[in-house]
T-cell receptor, first 117, second 116 residues
Framework: AQKITQTQPGMFVQEKEAVTLDCTYD???????LFWYKQPSSGEMIFLIY??????QNATEGRYSLNFQKARKSANLVISASQLGDSAMYFC??????????????FGKGTRLSVIA | DTGVSQNPRHKITKRGQNVTFRCDPI?????LYWYRQTLGQGPEFLTY????????KSRLLSDRFSAERPKGSFSTLEIQRTEQGDSAMYLC??????????????FGEGSWLTVV
């Protein structure tokens, strides 16, 4: 079963506008972490933001914020004031933390964001 | 502090040949991960090391694949008797557990493999 679902293959946003990239996840573990990564055309995966399942507040990192809705199992990424350099692939990922120890990150298929001048 | 370094960045090989990729993690990072990414997909986990010990291997890692981290620093990923289906980008990542409390991993720029 797919653990991370990103339903938007591609998104367009006007420069300086905000954009939301969707991510839903599936886990039966009460303890888990959610991550967003950015992958520019160069290929490197850049870590953007993290949300823990027990965190009380939504995570924010500069222009990035995570809209975490635990009951709906969604962890959408919000990018405010989009810039041309934000054009890239964006991946949502999850790490389950079972009692036995950490598990590797599992990634979704990604969303390609294009910022238009 | 230099990032994760991978080489070669690009490799074109004929079907049936062996290839080897090298990854140098961020210094002092004790965990090192290998992922594979094909076009239109997110990275898929292959294996990871804590220091020199290989702790987990995905079912994606067939017998033709072998990874090592002999001194707990750099790692190599070897693919024997390459097949066209092996064409992908091979990503290496590292982190320091338990210092990295969030569990984020930090990637290199990847090594592109094309099997012709």
């Amino acid at each position: 079963a797919q653990k991370i679902t990103q339903t938007q293959p591609g998104m367009f946003v006007q420069e300086k506008e905000a954009v939301t990239l969707d991510c839903t996840y599936d886990t039966s573990d009460p303890s888990y972490g959610l991550f967003w990564y950015k992958q520019p055309s160069s290929g490197e995966m850049i870590f953007l933001i993290y949300q823990g399942s027990y965190d009380q507040q939504n995570a924010t990192e500069g222009r990035y914020s995570l809209n975490f809705q635990k009951a709906r199992k969604s962890a959408n990424l919000v990018i405010s004031a989009s810039q041309l350099g934000d054009s890239a692939m964006y991946f949502c990922a999850m790490r389950e933390v079972p009692i036995s120890g950490n598990t590797p990150l599992v990634f979704g298929k990604g969303t390609r964001l294009s910022v238009i001048a | 502090d230099t990032g994760v370094s991978q080489n070669p960045r690009h490799k074109i090989t004929k079907r049936g040949q062996n290839v080897t990729f090298r990854c140098d993690p961020i210094s002092e990072h004790n965990r090192l991960y290998w992922y594979r990414q094909t076009l239109g997909q997110g990275p898929e986990f292959l294996t990871y090391f804590q220091n020199e010990a290989q702790l987990e291997k995905s079912r994606l890692l067939s017998d033709r694949f072998s990874a090592e981290r002999p001194k707990g620093s750099f790692s190599t990923l070897e693919i024997q008797r390459t097949e066209q289906g092996d064409s992908a980008m091979y990503l290496c990542a590292s982190n320091m557990i338990p210092r990295e409390s969030k569990g984020a991993i930090y990637f290199g720029e990847g090594s592109w493999l094309t099997v012709v």
